[in-house]
């Protein structure tokens, strides 16, 4: 059983807390509205981030949270801030198949070095951080025994993908990739797939903002994995000037791994031009 930093105990009990709040939406009726943008937001995704906005507060860090940012709420960040997705995989809660999470990473220097991700209709939470990586189940409301996780680049190739966002280049990359199972899933889940050893690549062809990827970063790169753009480079965070947009990425089950899956990426998307 891991000894959680008292930053980290607090970044979990508000996940936790929001995903108490968020499962209480679930269990009632779902009213959904659009964003400018078109996608569709829940009454649940509002109330989540409250709840962690509140729980946060005392550390005095800024938080950039979805929400937020939809309100128009970006805060001045400096070296140290956290992100927040309270309800990643909107659509799959709309669907009620279970695959949302609730997202909090805390990012330094640009890097996310904490992250903690709670699937609360699975009962499922997964840690990263400088004391490792890790998994428990939810019972009664409270985080059960603490068990490290860890990639296994050694597996046959498996790639896990987005359930609700695909894109003509993935056809593409099994071609490149050889033989390989594929896997659809909603949510940040993709990345605790990748972090726990149930897959080795999640090429992501389809947009995305800081707050659904920073916490699932942080597991996967404790748990032996990594997560690169794919071009190559490492993937930063605090992008203000491009509105927190992500460019495409490659995460994988290690470094070496996540090079190979940007390689095929851009074989890929040569290929779907
Ligand atoms: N056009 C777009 N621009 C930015 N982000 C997008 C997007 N289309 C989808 N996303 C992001 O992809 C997330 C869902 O990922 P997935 O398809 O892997 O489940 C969404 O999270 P939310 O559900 O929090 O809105 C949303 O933020
Ligand atoms: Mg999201």
């Given at each position: 059983m891991p000894t959680f930093s008292a930053l980290a105990q607090q970044?979990?009990?508000?996940?936790?807390?929001?995903?108490?709040?968020?499962?209480?939406?679930?269990?009632?009726?779902?009213?959904?509205a659009r964003k400018e943008d078109g996608s569709p937001v829940t009454a649940a995704d509002a109330a989540g981030e409250a709840v962690?906005?509140?729980r946060l507060r005392g550390l005095n860090i800024p938080v950039l949270g979805e929400e937020s940012v939809a309100a128009g709420k970006i805060p001045?960040?400096?070296?140290?801030?956290?992100?927040?997705?309270?309800?990643?995989?909107?659509?799959?809660?709309?669907?009620?198949?279970?695959?949302?999470?609730?997202?909090?990473?805390?990012?330094?220097?640009?890097?996310?070095?904490?992250?903690?991700?709670?699937?609360?209709?699975?009962?499922?939470?997964?840690?990263g951080g400088p004391e490792g990586a890790f998994k428990s189940i939810i019972v009664d409301a409270?985080?059960?025994?603490?068990?490290?996780?860890?990639?296994?680049p050694q597996m046959g190739c498996k790639i896990v993908a987005s359930r609700s966002h695909a894109h003509g280049a993935i056809k593409?990359?099994?071609?490149?990739?050889?033989?390989?199972?594929?896997?659809?899933?909603?949510s940040s889940l993709k990345f605790c797939l990748?972090?726990?050893?149930?897959?080795?690549?999640?090429?992501r062809?389809?947009?995305?903002?800081?707050?659904?990827i920073a916490a699932g970063h942080a597991i996967l790169a404790q748990a032996g994995g990594a997560l690169i753009e794919a071009n190559g480079g490492p993937m930063r965070y605090g992008k203000t000037e491009v509105d927190f947009l992500n460019p495409y990425f490659a995460a994988a089950a290690s470094p070496a791994h996540a090079q190979e899956c940007a390689s095929i990426m851009r074989q890929a998307l040569e290929k779907a031009r």
């Open positions: 970044m979990l009990e508000a996940a936790l807390a929001a995903s108490q709040t968020i499962l209480a939406h679930y269990q009632s009726h779902i009213t959904v962690i906005i509140e001045t960040l400096g070296e140290r801030f956290f992100v927040v997705d309270p309800l990643d995989g909107t659509k799959e809660f709309i669907k009620r198949n279970g695959e949302f999470t609730v997202n909090i990473a805390l990012v330094e220097d640009h890097i996310p070095t904490h992250g903690v991700i709670i699937a609360p209709a699975m009962n499922t939470a997964y840690y409270q985080f059960g025994q603490w068990t490290p996780i860890a990639t296994d593409y990359f099994l071609d490149e990739a050889g033989p390989c199972e594929d896997v659809s899933v909603g990748v972090a726990e050893g149930a897959a080795l690549h999640y090429p062809f389809t947009p995305t903002c800081e707050w659904d």
